[in-house]
């Protein structure tokens, strides 16, 4: 919250005398943190940032051949156009919608690289401040990941939210968000997180995704999906893409953001598609002439490397038959170490139930922690998490799976 | 019924629909001297020989990695960043004062500058703190301000379009009447798109203005090393105002000078009186970062940051940056040359006095047109052209269209009611999405416009 300080502007010293310290972000803050921490057990639980059994970080086989391919093809390094590479958008929405699917078919989609998640759902948000013509609120699940707020707030939306995530039953409150979304006024935009919702792990099931989807129907709201997780949450693509087809198939014309960050472990390349369902082409057409307005003055036109990279694995069949083996394989690890942690709370002697840790699916766990335990699994165990309670199950492996499940029992006991 | 259904078909950005079009034209002679990016004699773009190896060195590196950088960028590349630009000896970095943010290109690093000093920067509401450029000035500037959120973008007098070069008369007068605490977007060296650079002399009467009435500078330098082939001499400017003691930003792009277009590298350098402003600075510049992109792509910095900070690669990319520069005023005394041979009405000298990638021709509208569609010589509107464009093989062709156009089309050219053309680019480009009546009282606040002529001089 910015609050004028009305100091008087002194030229002698510096223009910046009235700017507040900001405080540490509260996701990548932790990591901060925990590079400070000395202590040998320490153990990162904070970004979401896949880790392999070792606790080290995973570069996919398949994006290593996808670099030498690349590199042995000697190309320049001319500018992308503001919409980015044809071939990326082209794969990234095949990818989301399904090759099959009659939105491709009928070309009334338009789909822009953007800067990985983060800048999918910055230029979306823009685009909804610009364009869209009903109420200024997007509502978010209560919880959400702490950066949605703070981006549709830059871009000039307005936040307010609708019932998620239920603390009794560490599961999703079904019955509470279909009573808040019953009352969301016509034309809001909703935001819905397809798989693996981030921070709570909790998804809805089929079922329930067709009732959100009458219901968000009937209230006429635009849905805005945020899908960071694809593959990440079951181990299957096309799964964890189910609910983004279902809504297109029953007629909403939505928003979507995809990050490729996770699923291809491509973070610091930025990749990241912005794709909005239109009616038919023509409409497409003025939404992407609007979009390279809104994208020229951020930052002209997007990187390179890291498109390049997923394009050439999503469009040559060994490599895309490897990454979704090793998709695969990432989604399996986090499985294994949710079904390792709950044995091991078990075997502390822990009374809690703790099902919520193997039901709950994709990176992140919503242990239940409160904050004060929170803070003591920090100060006395070293172990770095957000103060909601959420750990990322990628941080965690064989070697220190047991030091957590003593570390969490200790708090909670 | 579509949400969207009101969505206006936005008109293309200008300098990409040159290319676009170009691309579509089957002529054999066509030529594009349209986008700023280099092109070797052979007419193609060139990945820099140091780049080439930095990328095979990064790629065979086991070690390395694809993670998350830190919000502010790849430490490495920051600091490097900020020593291309202010010296390797620079007092204020020894102070501690000069930080920075890594950003995607020089755009990137405007925006986030942008967006900064419209919370922070005169009280924490800038929005109607006035933002002067260039008139003309790169046209978007004033889209990068304006959806920055400020809502008073000027423009300051800069090109003289009846004798070819800088108007220093207007542009200290706009100095002494804009309003105290005014930004002022300044092109650190290489001016885009006029290739007409202040002197010294004339850098340090802007720099006195602007301490004594408390004008905020803001650096724009996206050419550093191409401008003469000099690092440090293209960096005279902008070092000059830091040991004059202003606080600045610096907005630099890599684009050019590193040849990495599509990677996106760019920092900006923030200059602050101690080293508590600037840590305080730059911790809600991460924040804007946080919403926009999270943390930048690491690619372009590794490549940057591998070698500038690696004695011989630097070596290697200073030769490299001359090569580009050296082709350049190699084109520039060429052309120049050539219209002087065919007694092109006019003078040419502009075209050697002008530095950098662009030249302002001097072109009328008109006379673009006929080049265009004529010549299939393709260039902005303004009759900027991309001197990389010239080459041994097409300049002859080039020189005689020039002349063709000149002389079929001369004739008095006076921009009434219309708008000045970097500024008009940009606000037509901008009728998409606001009303038509935005144009219209835009268009009262520009200055008289030029009068080009090639028959009196």
Redesign the interface.
């Given at each position: 919250m910015?609050?004028?300080?009305n100091l008087p502007?002194d030229?002698v010293?510096?223009?910046?005398?009235?700017?507040?310290?900001?405080p540490p972000?509260p996701i990548?803050g932790v990591t901060e943190a925990f590079k400070r921490d000395t202590n040998p057990k320490k153990m990162n639980l904070g970004?979401g940032?896949y880790r392999d059994d070792h606790g080290k970080?995973?570069?996919l086989s398949c994006?290593r051949k996808a670099?030498?391919l690349i590199?042995a093809k000697?190309m320049?390094?001319?500018?992308?156009?503001?919409g980015g590479l044809g071939d990326f958008s082209k794969c990234c929405a095949q990818l989301a919608l399904g090759a099959d699917s009659e939105v491709l078919k009928s070309s009334r989609n338009i789909t822009v690289q953007t800067?990985?998640?983060?800048?999918s759902l910055?230029i979306g948000a823009n685009f909804l401040a610009?364009?869209?013509?009903?109420p200024r609120d997007v509502y978010l699940p209560k919880p959400s990941w702490g950066?949605h707020t703070?981006?549709f707030?830059?871009?000039g939306m307005q936040l307010k939210a609708y019932r998620y995530y239920d603390p009794s039953t560490c599961g999703f409150d079904f019955k509470g968000a279909l009573d808040d979304i019953s009352k969301i006024p016509e034309?809001s935009v909703i935001m819905l997180h397809a798989c693996a919702h981030n921070p709570t792990g909790v998804d809805p099931k089929p079922e329930q995704w067709k009732e959100i989807s009458d219901l968000v129907k009937k209230r006429n709201l635009?849905v805005f999906f945020d899908m960071a997780y694809q593959g990440f949450a079951s181990g299957d693509i096309d799964r964890d893409a189910w609910a983004v087809r279902y809504f297109i198939e029953q007629g909403h014309?939505i928003l979507l953001s995809q990050s490729f960050?996770k699923n291809m472990?491509?973070?610091?390349?930025?990749v990241g598609g912005f794709t909005?369902v239109?009616?038919d082409t023509e409409?497409a057409?003025?939404?992407e002439?609007?979009l390279?307005?809104?994208i020229?003055?951020?930052?002209?036109?997007?990187?390179?490397?890291?498109a390049r990279i997923a394009a050439t694995i999503l469009n040559t069949p060994d490599l895309r038959s490897l990454w979704l083996e090793e998709v695969h394989f990432m989604a399996n690890r986090i499985i294994k170490m949710r079904e390792q942690l709950v044995a091991g709370l078990k075997k502390e002697g822990s009374s809690h139930n703790w099902q919520h840790v193997i039901d709950q699916i994709g990176m992140f766990c919503f242990t239940g922690l409160k904050p004060e335990q929170v803070e003591r699994l920090t100060k006395e165990f070293s172990v770095y998490m957000t103060k909601d309670g959420r750990i990322s199950m990628a941080g965690v492996t064989s070697a220190n799976v047991g030091y957590l499940a003593h570390g969490i029992h200790a708090v909670t006991k | 019924m579509s949400v969207f259904g009101d969505v206006p078909l936005a008109p293309p950005v200008a300098v990409f629909k040159l290319s676009a079009d170009f691309r579509e034209d089957g002529h054999p002679q066509k030529v594009n001297l349209g986008v700023g990016a280099y092109r070797t004699d052979d007419c193609q773009p060139w990945v820099l020989p140091v780049v080439k190896k930095v990328e095979r060195l990064i790629v065979e590196d086991a070690g390395l990695n694809h993670e998350y950088l830190p919000i502010l960028g790849l430490p490495e590349f920051r600091s490097a960043s900020s020593k291309v630009a202010l010296g390797d000896g620079s007092a204020a970095i020894k102070d501690g004062r000069v930080g920075g943010v890594q950003a995607l290109g020089g755009t990137g690093a405007l925006r986030i500058g942008a967006e900064f000093l419209r919370r922070w920067y005169n009280g924490v509401n800038n929005t109607a703190t006035p933002v002067y450029v260039s008139a003309p000035t790169w046209e978007n500037h004033n889209s990068v301000f304006a959806d920055a959120g400020f809502k008073d973008i000027r423009p300051y007098h800069y090109w003289d379009a009846a004798k070819r070069g800088l108007d220093l008369a207007g542009l200290l007068d706009d100095l002494e009447k804009a309003p105290e605490h005014s930004v002022f977007v300044l092109h650190a060296c290489a001016h885009n798109p006029t290739g007409t650079d202040p002197t010294r002399e004339e850098w340090k009467q802007i720099s006195e203005i602007m301490k004594r009435r408390s004008l905020f500078v803001f650096f724009d330098s996206a050419y550093q090393g191409f401008a003469s082939g000099d690092l440090d001499k293209d960096a005279w400017a902008i070092r000059y105002f830091v040991s004059e003691g202003f606080e600045l930003f610096i907005a630099q792009s890599f684009s050019k000078n590193f040849g990495l277009y599509n990677e996106r590298v760019g920092y900006l350098t923030v200059v602050a009186r101690d080293s508590e402003n600037l840590s305080r600075t730059l911790s809600q510049m991460e924040k804007i970062v946080r919403t926009t992109w999270s943390n930048p792509p690491s690619q372009g910095a590794r490549i940057v940051s591998k070698t500038l900070n690696c004695p011989e690669l630097f070596a290697e990319w200073k030769s490299n940056v001359k090569t580009m520069a050296d082709r350049v005023l190699l084109m520039r005394d060429q052309l120049k040359a050539k219209l002087q041979a065919l007694g092109t009405p006019g003078t040419w000298d502009h075209i050697t006095q002008q530095i950098g990638m662009f030249s302002f021709t001097g072109l009328n509208p008109k006379q673009v047109e006929y080049m265009i569609a004529e010549k299939h010589v393709y260039l902005m509107a303004s009759g900027r052209i991309n001197m990389c464009g010239l080459t041994t093989s097409n300049i002859d062709y080039i020189a005689q269209s020039i002349h063709d156009a000149v002389t079929k089309k001369s004739h008095f050219f006076r921009v009434e009611n219309k708008l000045n053309r970097s500024l008009g680019r940009c606000l037509i480009n901008m009728v998409g999405v606001f009303s038509p009546d935005v144009l219209c009282c835009c268009a009262t606040l520009l200055p008289q416009k030029e009068k080009t002529s090639f028959t009196d001089h």
């Open positions: 910015v609050v004028s300080l502007i030229h010293s510096s223009w910046w005398g009235g700017v507040q310290m900001g972000d990548l970004v940032a970080p995973f570069v994006v670099e030498e590199t000697h320049d390094k001319e500018y992308l156009p503001i800067i990985s998640g983060t800048g910055r610009r364009f869209h013509g009903g950066n703070p981006i707030r830059d871009a034309q635009l014309n960050a472990g491509l973070y610091g390349e930025r909005v239109c009616n409409e057409k003025r939404v002439s609007q390279k307005i809104l020229r003055p951020i930052y002209s036109n997007p990187p390179m490397n890291g | -």
